[in-house]
Structures are given as C-alpha cells and as structure tokens.
C-alpha cells in the first residue's frame, strides 16, 4: 500500500506540472515521469499482445474512415483545431500524454492493484482515476472512464501495457490528423468542398 501512495503522489505532482509547468517541457516530463514510477514501483512492464496492438490501430483507424464518411461525424471533427496537427498527433501524443498516462494507469497503478486485490479491481480503480484525470481538461469523466475501461480490459488480455499504448495514440492522434484534414479539405458536409 505504501508504494500506490508514492505512485498516486507522483501522478498527482506529475498532474499538477502540466497545468502550471510549461507546456514545452510535456514531452520531456512524461517519460521521464513514467520512468520515475517504473523505478519507485518495480513494476516491470511488458510489452505481450503485439497482433492485440495491431487489433487496435486497424479498429481505430477503420472507426475514423466511417467517421469520415458521415457529415455529422466530419463536423465533429472540423469543430477541432490543432496548432501543427502533424507534430502534435506524433510527437506531443505519445510523449507528452500516452507515455505516462499508459504507465501510470494500465502499467504501474493497474500492476500493484492486481496484485494484492485482482483484475477487476484494478480495473474499476484505474477507469475511475483515468476518468477523474480528465477532469479540468474537458469535463468527460464517464467517456473517458470508459476509455479507462476498455484499455485496462485490454492490457488484462493482451498481458502487456503494448496494445493499451497504441490504442490510446491512434485514438488521440488519428483524432488529430482526422480533424486535420476535415478542416485543411473543407468537406464538412456532403463530402465535397465546403461553400460556405
């Protein structure tokens, strides 16, 4: 118990530098953070579940081309803007955010929780702090603890923290690059130019 408040302390500091600290330092923090965990838990993390991890980018980017296909989800994505889309969905994504969030919550945390209370625990309680995580930046607690959800059902079955990671990244920066090119192409509605 003592090593999942360490681990919750760190988060909470880790939580806390990202909304005062400079934004620039991100990608830099979160892996280092996410080795600072790894170090003070002893967690190992591994990386199983590579066709589980294929799974789920082919998922993902299959949802994101129906989303394309439909008017109301490119409206969706064209009411997202992101500064340099390209760099931000694949550098700030997986440093700045997937890293730490993937080896706090489904690596390190869900570790030491399975192990002295079970999967399903681990599971409820790292939905609800990933949920809860969320908070201040867009107020979705019960989507993005379903997220929680699934990504810890997903490193139960896959046995690594791997297919968690990719999935999270394709969701957030395919997310980017979609919105990206539903704004640059202008096909909001029927799927040609935008007129308006």
Do not use: C
């Amino acid at each position: 118990m003592p090593t999942i408040a360490v681990v919750l302390l760190i988060m909470a500091a880790v939580r806390v530098w990202n909304h005062r600290g400079p934004a620039r330092a991100q990608p830099f923090t979160g892996p280092l953070a996410a080795a600072l965990l790894v170090a003070v838990s002893g967690v190992a993390l591994p990386l199983h579940g590579w066709g589980y991890a294929l799974g789920a980018a082919l998922l993902t980017a299959a949802g994101y081309g129906i989303v394309l296909l439909v008017p109301a989800g490119r409206r969706a994505l064209a009411a997202r803007s992101y500064d340099h889309p390209l760099r931000r969905a694949l550098v700030g994504v997986p440093l700045a955010t997937v890293i730490f969030e993937e080896v706090a919550f489904r690596g390190v945390l869900w570790a030491l929780i399975a192990d002295g209370h079970g999967v399903g625990w681990a599971t409820a309680i790292t939905a609800i702090l990933f949920g809860l995580w969320h908070l201040p930046d867009s107020g979705e607690v019960a989507f993005t603890t379903l997220a929680g959800v699934l990504l810890s059902i997903l490193r139960a079955v896959s046995g690594g923290v791997l297919a968690p990671f990719v999935l999270h990244w394709t969701a957030n920066g395919l997310g980017i690059l979609a919105s990206a090119w539903v704004r640059r192409s202008g096909r909001t509605d029927s799927g040609g130019p935008d007129k308006s």
